[in-house]
């Protein structure tokens, strides 16, 4: 005999079915929801993070910085961070730079590119030993990378160690022999070590590739005044000579006040080149001229400038200029941003003397300063410019904190 279940029982079991399959529905249909949202999300990250790069390229920088802060919003990732970095290091924001390839080195430690923009920022805020520790982590991961060896470069002249400093040009140079940047500063270093017999040769060369002729005009004014022998070149002799010389020295210390955690190091030229942050914002290399004429002027004594830092800005002839002053001991180092009336902005590096209370420092692009700080804390002195323009300074100094 067949049994039969009752309706109710089949009714149910049809209901529940009905029921089992519209959960499966719903599931599926939130999943796929879920994931046209994310899907979206992504994509307007991208767009925002493409827009964002196109702008920085164009020199847009605070609608750059606007899209891709939206772009991090949205989830973009490093990518976001390193661009906005760039960004707020070209308007001069070094702090909020600082922090973005901070954030980059984070998600990502093993992208060479990062530590050497962030020590470049270092390398800007005068802070030696972070961006020593810096450009070495990027060698470390990338031996090859060119603009680390340029970074690390440039922070040896700043310690003075002009035999490192040029082992690491030397670096560059054999991979672009024709590098004006790298040619410039190997003759920086060499006149400064006391051997304008490889300045010489280094700047010749230069010469001869670089068609500017404000460049040229720079140049050629430092060949002129280099000596024909030095009392250094006359003991090692040539720059081979003196580098073996110097082979056995200590590596150098950090800056007091500056954190110095390891070897040294570089820069990522592919993706600096994308941002186009390092060839006109971190160009590397500043003469320091130390005169023998310094006379005594009032300024601050031995023990109120060691290691004190300042700000300071002003406007002239349409021009608006920002500048940091650091000074540790007899030296002074600093950096002068231009916001000329069209819009460009010049940075220019410049490193010097301190002694008697008076300071003389320039770049090597040609731009001089020859000055004092006062009593009160004002910088009084003459600025001229690559043309020979000459400008009276004088602007309060504000003590930075650090």
Same mark, same amino acid.
């Given at each position: 005999?067949?049994?039969?279940?009752?309706?109710?029982?089949?009714?149910?079991?049809?209901?529940?079915?009905?029921?089992?399959?519209?959960?499966?529905?719903?599931?599926?249909?939130?999943?796929?929801?879920?994931?046209?949202?994310?899907?979206?999300?992504?994509?307007?990250?991208?767009?925002?993070?493409?827009?964002?790069?196109?702008?920085?390229?164009?020199?847009?920088?605070?609608?750059?910085?606007?899209?891709?802060?939206?772009?991090?919003?949205?989830?973009?990732?490093?990518? +976001? /961070?390193? #661009? @906005? !970095?760039?960004?707020?290091?070209? %308007?001069?924001?070094?702090? *909020? &730079? $600082?922090? =973005?390839?901070?954030?980059?080195?984070?998600?990502?430690?093993?992208?060479?590119? +990062? /530590?050497? #923009? @962030? !020590?470049?920022?270092?390398?800007? %805020?005068?802070?030696?030993? *972070? &961006? $020593?520790? =810096?450009?070495?982590?990027?060698?470390?991961?990338?031996?090859?990378?060119?603009? +680390? /060896?340029?970074? @690390? !470069?440039?922070?040896?002249?700043?310690?003075?160690?002009?035999?490192?400093?040029?082992? =690491?040009?030397?670096?560059?140079?054999?991979?672009?022999?024709?590098?004006?940047?790298?040619?410039?500063?190997? !003759?920086?270093?060499?006149?400064?070590?006391?051997?304008?017999?490889?300045?010489?040769?280094?700047?010749?060369?230069?010469?001869?590739?670089?068609?500017?002729?404000?460049?040229?005009?720079?140049?050629?004014?430092?060949?002129?005044?280099?000596?024909?022998?030095?009392?250094?070149?006359?003991?090692?002799?040539?720059?081979?000579?003196?580098?073996?010389?110097?082979?056995?020295?200590?590596?150098?210390?950090?800056?007091?006040?500056?954190?110095?955690?390891?070897?040294?190091?570089?820069?990522?030229?592919?993706?600096?080149?994308?941002?186009?942050?390092?060839?006109?914002?971190?160009?590397?290399?500043?003469?320091?001229?130390?005169?023998?004429?310094?006379?005594?002027?009032?300024?601050?004594?031995?023990?109120?400038?060691?290691?004190?830092?300042?700000?300071?800005?002003?406007?002239?002839?349409?021009?608006?200029?920002?500048?940091?002053?650091?000074?540790?001991?007899?030296?002074?180092?600093?950096?002068?941003?231009?916001?000329?009336?069209?819009?460009?902005?010049?940075?220019?590096?410049?490193?010097?003397?301190?002694?008697?209370?008076?300071?003389?420092?320039?770049?090597?692009?040609?731009?001089?300063?020859?000055?004092?700080?006062?009593?009160?804390?004002?910088?009084?002195?003459?600025?001229?410019?690559?043309?020979?323009?000459?400008?009276?300074?004088?602007?309060?100094?504000?003590?930075?904190?650090?």
């Amino acid at each position: 005999m067949r049994y039969i279940l009752p309706r109710t029982l089949i009714f149910a079991v049809a209901v529940f079915g009905v029921f089992l399959s519209g959960q499966v529905s719903w599931s599926l249909r939130d999943e796929a929801v879920e994931k046209s949202r994310q899907d979206r999300v992504a994509e307007r990250a991208d767009a925002y993070l493409n827009e964002g790069k196109r702008e920085l390229e164009r020199g847009n920088l605070l609608r750059a910085i606007r899209l891709l802060s939206e772009a991090v919003r949205k989830g973009a990732g490093d990518e +976001a /961070y390193r #661009l @906005r !970095g760039v960004a707020y290091g070209r %308007r001069g924001a070094l702090p *909020e &730079a $600082l922090a =973005d390839f901070s954030r980059c080195i984070n998600a990502n430690r093993s992208d060479p590119s +990062a /530590y050497v #923009l @962030r !020590g470049d920022i270092h390398n800007a %805020r005068m802070d030696v030993g *972070e &961006a $020593l520790s =810096d450009y070495d982590a990027a060698i470390k991961l990338d031996p090859l990378y060119m603009d +680390a /060896y340029r970074g @690390r !470069g440039t922070a040896y002249l700043a310690l003075q160690r002009y035999d490192l400093s040029i082992r =690491d040009l030397q670096v560059v140079l054999q991979d672009e022999p024709n590098d004006l940047e790298t040619l410039t500063n190997l !003759g920086l270093a060499c006149k400064m070590a006391g051997l304008p017999n490889a300045a010489r040769d280094f700047w010749k060369k230069a010469l001869n590739l670089e068609t500017d002729n404000k460049w040229r005009q720079a140049v050629q004014k430092m060949v002129n005044d280099l000596p024909e022998y030095s009392s250094l070149e006359k003991r090692v002799g040539d720059l081979q000579g003196y580098l073996s010389r110097m082979a056995d020295l200590p590596p150098p210390e950090a800056p007091a006040g500056a954190k110095h955690q390891g070897s040294h190091l570089n820069r990522s030229r592919d993706r600096a080149r994308d941002s186009g942050f390092r060839q006109s914002d971190q160009q590397a290399g500043l003469k320091a001229k130390v005169g023998s004429d310094s006379q005594a002027v009032t300024g601050l004594n031995s023990g109120a400038r060691s290691r004190t830092t300042w700000k300071t800005g002003g406007s002239a002839m349409g021009m608006k200029w920002n500048a940091q002053l650091k000074m540790s001991g007899n030296r002074v180092s600093g950096v002068v941003r231009i916001l000329n009336p069209s819009g460009n902005e010049e940075t220019h590096y410049c490193y010097g003397s301190f002694e008697n209370g008076l300071i003389k420092a320039s770049d090597p692009s040609g731009f001089r300063f020859t000055g004092r700080v006062t009593d009160d804390s004002r910088l009084v002195g003459t600025l001229t410019a690559n043309d020979g323009t000459t400008f009276s300074v004088e602007v309060p100094l504000e003590a930075e904190a650090r």
